[in-house]
């Protein structure tokens, strides 16, 4: 898991499995970013997401005080973030 950062916005690129074993890391990424920052979150490579990882973002939703995108899931992923109705708390883009 990597952080891309300028003025404005924060992506958050995640590894492929997004899992319980990668909340700390998660947490870290943003926790010491400004809250008014645009927070992106990249699933691009994740294969793998846990319930756990589904509750560090509604966390990270709680902690942000501007929309938070979900960018480039995929596959099984991009199903399961319908599924929990993702699309309907944050911004998905492909």
Do not use: C, W
């Amino acid at each position: 898991m990597h952080v891309i950062e300028d003025e404005s916005e924060v992506v958050i690129v995640l590894p492929a499995e997004f899992t319980f074993d990668s909340h700390q890391s998660f947490r870290s990424a943003y926790m010491v970013k400004s809250k008014q920052l645009n927070f992106v979150v990249d699933f691009s490579q994740v294969t793998l997401v846990d319930s756990s990882a589904l509750g560090a973002l509604l966390i990270l939703k709680e902690y942000a005080n501007s929309p938070v995108t979900l960018r480039g899931a995929q596959g099984s992923v991009s199903k399961i973030l319908k599924m929990a109705h993702f699309d309907t708390l944050f911004t998905v883009e492909p």
